[in-house]
């Protein structure tokens, strides 16, 4: 039942159209007949979704940054998920310092990541390669990864791994037919916010790209920057429609309040 | 020493070590470095960088903006997202999942898509001011673009989630029952959320406060973007100094500065939380 009374009711749907102005004023420019950013639009045109297949950058740029989100969301996962079970399942010495570091990339300003990884690279030669940025994505998303993963593995039954010991699997058994099924919806909802984060970044990317591996959000950063054409607006629309058909499926599967929060199942 | 749990962190430290730390050091020593606008950088020790900034009133507004915008933000996002977060809770289930992709979920949406609606909001041509213009209610645009009140009412709405979620989080940690006995003693429903519950959330909107104040003083697409060259704030400047101007050692000295006091602020205002509400929070 709902216990909110009329004020906050109102309350309630005027928040709601302040969360949602920006991006429906996006999506509605994006279908404007004209060569200039106007809404609510004199028409509804695909114009300049047409006008997206004229430019291979930003085409381009989508599948980099497409490619970029799912290796780097991977290359994450494989490294936290063994390190967050060895966080949420150990008692050591320096756990807690080790924990802190995985999650120390959400404590440091993005600006000051970017100019660290930018000097780091240059000095290698790394600066603007693929690799580079796989890397420098993977540090980046860790630690959502991270928490999600030690949220599942802190509700674990141990006595399940201890029975399956005794009765002479292999850790790796254990782990494989144990352990993973069971903390396999942190994983997955842990590697989708991963990918998402990488897929969305630019503080960061936007020091070490260069014009071969421009991402998706530097392309649109720079467009935005230099002009002001529906052209972008397009681009836009279409990356929110992506987000929002994962969003709804990482939703029903996991539920968005628990994947943002990073807590266990209550 | 148990050795396991090394073995299987391993990986992850080692990448950690080397492209983290490693960086981070790097860029620290960075700032002790000169620039020459023919020789580029030189590897001599000293603390010019520093001295140029905290001596120069050009530098000190940039920093007393970014952080005059942050706290802005921080007390929008707390003024809206609070009140928010308990209407949330009480939502009847069906109703809060919807409520709850369309207050969250922007959260998941590229913070320049975003601000791109923002600009086209806030233009002198922009929506609101054509619609204000339409309506007779003024007559020349407000001016919103390039300024630091436009850049806070679009770091509020990136930020807000984060607060929703916090104040959220402590929500659910509360005893319902004390709503309930209020209630049945016949307090008002603001009443209730006055002086029930939010002494309860407190802990909940310091830590949504300081997750809010640190993204809004270090954010860069948004700023750079709505404040262009004119409003420029810590992150916009260390990116014109990286990329434009290339004076590599000055642009990690204000980095390096920002760290600094974003890390301050925090660690202060931990300990101020933890002395003060020390026991709810665990």
């Known amino acids: ?266 | 020493m148990n050795e396991k749990p090394w073995m299987m962190s391993a990986p992850a430290l080692t990448l950690f070590g080397v492209l983290l730390l490693v960086p981070l050091c790097m860029t620290f020593f960075l700032s002790f470095n000169s620039f020459g606008f023919y020789t580029g950088i030189e590897n001599t020790v000293s603390m010019e960088n520093y001295a140029e900034v905290v001596s120069d009133s050009y530098f000190w507004e940039i920093f007393g903006r970014t952080f005059a915008i942050a706290l802005a933000t921080t007390f929008f996002c707390a003024l809206l997202g609070v009140p928010q977060a308990y209407i949330l809770y009480r939502l009847s289930p069906a109703w809060r999942s919807i409520v709850v992709l369309i207050v969250i979920g922007p959260l998941l949406i590229s913070v320049v898509v975003r601000t791109l609606g923002w600009a086209i909001l806030l233009g002198n041509n922009g929506v609101i001011n054509s619609a204000l213009q339409n309506w007779g209610l003024i007559e020349r645009p407000i001016k919103m673009m390039y300024t630091s009140g436009g850049i806070v009412l679009a770091l509020t709405h990136v930020f807000l989630p984060f607060m929703v979620l916090a104040v959220w989080a402590a929500l659910q940690r509360k005893d319902p029952a004390v709503e309930a006995a209020a209630e049945s003693l016949g307090a008002r429903p603001f009443t209730i959320f006055r002086r029930i519950v939010l002494p309860q959330v407190i802990p909940g909107i310091l830590s949504g406060s300081l997750i809010v104040f640190s993204m809004a003083a270090s954010s860069f697409a948004t700023p750079a973007i709505l404040g262009g060259r004119r409003v420029k704030v810590v992150a916009t400047t260390v990116y014109d100094e990286f990329l434009n101007t290339l004076n590599w050692p000055l642009g990690a000295a204000i980095a390096m500065l920002l760290l600094a006091s974003v890390m301050v602020i925090m660690l202060a205002w931990n300990r101020l939380v933890e002395r003060r509400y020390g026991e709810a929070l665990e």
């Open chain 1, 1 to 266: 039942m709902n216990q909110n009374g009329r004020f906050s009711q109102v309350f309630n749907i005027l928040f709601c159209a302040f969360m949602l102005a920006p991006i429906v004023v996006v999506m509605g420019v994006s279908l404007t007949p004209e060569g200039f950013l106007e809404f609510p639009p004199s028409g509804i045109s695909l114009r300049w979704y047409q006008a997206i297949l004229d430019n291979p950058d930003f085409i381009e740029a989508a599948w980099i940054s497409l490619k970029l989100g799912i290796v780097a969301a991977t290359v994450a996962s494989v490294l936290a998920v063994p390190a967050a079970l060895a966080i949420g399942q150990g008692k050591f010495k320096g756990r807690e310092a080790l924990q802190a570091l995985f999650l120390s990339p959400l404590m440091v300003p993005t600006v000051v990541l970017g100019i660290a990884f930018l000097r780091f690279l240059s000095l290698f030669g790394l600066n603007g390669t693929f690799t580079g940025l796989v890397l420098c994505h993977a540090i980046i998303i860790t630690p959502f990864i991270l928490r999600l993963v030690l949220a599942a593995v802190v509700g674990l039954d141990r006595t399940v791994d201890r029975a399956a010991e005794s009765l002479g699997a292999s850790n790796w058994t254990i782990f494989r037919r144990i352990t993973l099924p069971s903390i396999l919806p942190g994983v997955i909802g842990g590697w989708v916010l991963a990918f998402i984060t990488s897929f969305d970044e630019l503080t960061v990317t936007v020091f070490i790209v260069n014009p071969a591996t421009t991402t998706l959000p530097v392309r649109m950063f720079s467009h935005i920057t230099q002009t002001t054409d529906p052209l972008v607006a397009s681009v836009s629309a279409l990356t929110v429609i992506f987000t929002i058909i994962l969003m709804v499926a990482v939703d029903r599967m996991y539920g968005l309040d628990r994947l943002l929060i990073g807590e266990g199942k209550k």
